[in-house]
């Protein structure tokens, strides 16, 4: 199974910060990755596919950027509603897997 | 309006069985593929399974967790996909959530999800 390492595990960073959070691959994934916005008691919400694609309807203040084994997600100018969990998935082979998430936090 | 809402979940003891359902609705359900995720407590999503669609033989895969204890099926005539989970373990306790597969520019990504049925497995 290919393994996702998200870094840090958790960030606090203020409004209006610009951020940045990686995930590794354990293997080869080319850009079949995916980054997930979770906030408490809600469904996850994809906002990046093939790991630098904007989702329709997410705001171009996320971006993302890798190939191969390494990748991020930037976002840009936080505001309040963007502290939440985020997550790396990546769907080049089965089983799909997930990063451990990112916590992002106020400062 | 697209919409997934699952249902079924509640308290089962260990080594028992429970059935999810996910009922579709503001879409041609028979085109999509359909994934099952779940999230123990305070805990991370972890992929369950996927079924494809009638074209591609309703095939199925499993996660190793889910592989030999859980089934994924569908009824396209009643716009809903299943989860058949059985020998439930302590560690399926989670909320489950299944998800709409599409396909865009040759990515199998999930876009729509629903609100999630939360499954605990004690005695």
């Known amino acids: 199974d290919i393994q996702l390492t998200q870094s840090p595990s958790s960030l606090s960073a203020s409004v209006g910060d610009r951020v940045t959070i990686t995930c590794r691959a354990s293997?080869?994934?080319?850009?079949?990755l995916v980054w997930f916005q979770q906030k408490p008691g809600k469904a996850p919400k994809s906002l990046i596919y093939?790991?630098?694609s904007l989702q329709s309807g997410v705001p171009s203040k996320f971006s993302g950027s890798g190939s191969g084994t390494d990748f991020t997600l930037t976002i840009s100018s936080l505001q309040p509603e963007d502290f939440a969990t985020y997550y790396c998935?990546?769907?080049?082979?089965?089983?799909?897997?997930f990063g451990q998430g990112t916590r992002l936090e106020f400062k | 309006e697209v919409q997934l809402v699952e249902s079924g979940g509640g308290l089962v003891q260990p080594g028992g069985s429970l059935r999810l359902s996910c009922a579709a609705s503001?879409?041609?359900?028979?085109?999509?593929?359909m994934d099952w995720v779940r999230q123990a407590p305070g805990k991370g999503l972890e992929w369950v399974g996927r079924?494809?669609?009638?074209?591609?033989?309703?095939?199925?895969e499993y996660a190793a967790s889910a592989k030999g204890r859980f089934t994924i099926s569908r009824d396209d005539s009643k716009n809903s996909v299943f989860l058949e989970m059985s020998s439930l373990k302590n560690e399926d306790t989670a909320v489950y959530y299944c998800?709409?597969?599409?396909?865009?520019?040759?990515?199998?990504?999930?876009?729509?999800w629903g609100q999630g049925t939360t499954v605990t497995v004690s005695s």
């Open positions: 998935q990546q769907y080049n082979s089965f089983p799909i897997t």
């Open positions: 998800a709409r597969v599409v396909v865009v520019a040759g990515n199998y990504i999930t876009d729509v």
């Open positions: 093939a790991a630098s």
């Open positions: 503001g879409f041609t359900f028979s085109d999509h593929y």
């Open positions: 293997q080869a994934i080319r850009n079949y």
């Open positions: 079924i494809r669609n009638k074209a591609n033989s309703y095939s199925t």
